[in-house]
């Protein structure tokens, strides 16, 4: 009986813990047209390619192919631009809040089979206006928006989305309010 109470207690404890790994739903379809355009980062978690960045943005442009131009943009703290390109793809033909993304550089000409990053499209509102966007294991997380700044009500609206989807954000890098002076 007790070897029976201990077997029922793991797999409870392994049931829950399989159960806060699923990955986060995303929104099933995105109208790729009118995603496109530009989206500010308002937030994100920290993450090594964005080190230096106190203001992000992303540019996206439909291509024939369905697939998206990326253009992202980050502005450092020295007041400098930086700027990187790729392209986004469905990961699933038809199902268009999941992508892979691949930026052009020496990496991924070199190994082009691991160097594309998920891209999930967790939230946007019904006027493409604001958006959620993150990765299975929720390593990353950026609120997104079309402008670079939002009401309160907005900003604490997307961070309850977050969380409903079982992001912390208690480690969000926000914005930069104004844009730094030139040195």
């Known amino acids: 009986m007790r070897r029976s109470v201990i077997w029922l207690a793991c797999l409870f404890v392994l049931g829950g813990c399989a159960g806060s790994t699923q990955p986060p739903p995303g929104t099933a379809e995105v109208d790729l047209q009118r ?18 960045c106190v203001q992000s943005e992303a ?27 790729g392209r986004a793809e469905a990961q699933v033909p038809g199902r268009t809040d ?19 990053g998920d891209y999930w ?18 390593e990353y997380l950026w609120l997104l928006s079309r402008q670079p700044v939002v009401p309160d009500a907005v900003r ?4 309850e989305l977050a969380h409903e989807r ?15 002076a030139a040195p």
């Open 59 to 85: 540019h996206y442009r439909l291509q024939p192919d369905a697939s998206l131009a990326v253009t992202n943009r980050c502005l450092t703290a020295d007041g400098e631009w930086e700027q990187a390109t």
């Open 156 to 159: 604490a609206h997307l961070l």
């Open 98 to 116: 999941k992508l892979w993304v691949r930026f052009d550089n020496t990496f991924t000409r070199i190994f082009p089979g691991l160097a594309k």
């Open 166 to 180: 079982g992001y912390r954000t208690d480690d969000l890098i926000w914005r930069a309010s104004e844009t730094p």
């Open 121 to 138: 499209v967790l939230y946007i509102d019904d006027g493409y206006q604001t958006a959620l966007v993150g990765n299975p294991n929720r």
């Open 35 to 52: 995603y496109q355009g530009t989206w500010y980062e308002l937030a994100r978690k920290p993450m090594f390619f964005q080190r230096h």
